[in-house]
């Protein structure tokens, strides 16, 4: 049984490469802000996840898309590293990824618009007194 989970953030350093026999792993982290605000303060935290891509055939050109800065998406099997270390058990979570990698453009980049269907740009606030009940202190 495999435990999976969705990734979308932004890739926060340098990859490193690494060649294990025949096998190569790509080791990245990516970050992302939490959903809910931290305090009274409004301020969010961000999370980190360390993540593994290993090249296969099929996947070799997701590492082009494993570049510092890059906000992408992945679907990632949870992984639980154990080790033994001075006697002391550890251990620590990663994410495997588990198929494609999907570059994202940044939802609030406001030099680049979404542009509909007539080639003019959206507003994204411009439905949102359509909403019934929409409050803008939402906590996300």
Known sequence: MQTNAQIIGYITGDVKQKTIGQLTVYEFSVSSKARFKKDSDGKKW???????????????????????????????????????????????????????????KHRHDASKPEISGNNQPVNQNQFIDDIPGYDDQVPF
């Open 46 to 104: 961000t999370n980190f996840y360390e993540c593994q891509l290993w090249a296969t055939e099929k996947n070799q050109s997701e590492s082009s898309k494993l570049i510092k800065g890059n906000y992408v998406a992945f679907d990632a099997e949870i992984v639980q590293d154990r080790w033994e270390k001075d006697g002391q058990k550890a251990s620590k979570i990663r994410f495997s990824v588990d198929g494609w990698i999907t570059e994202l």
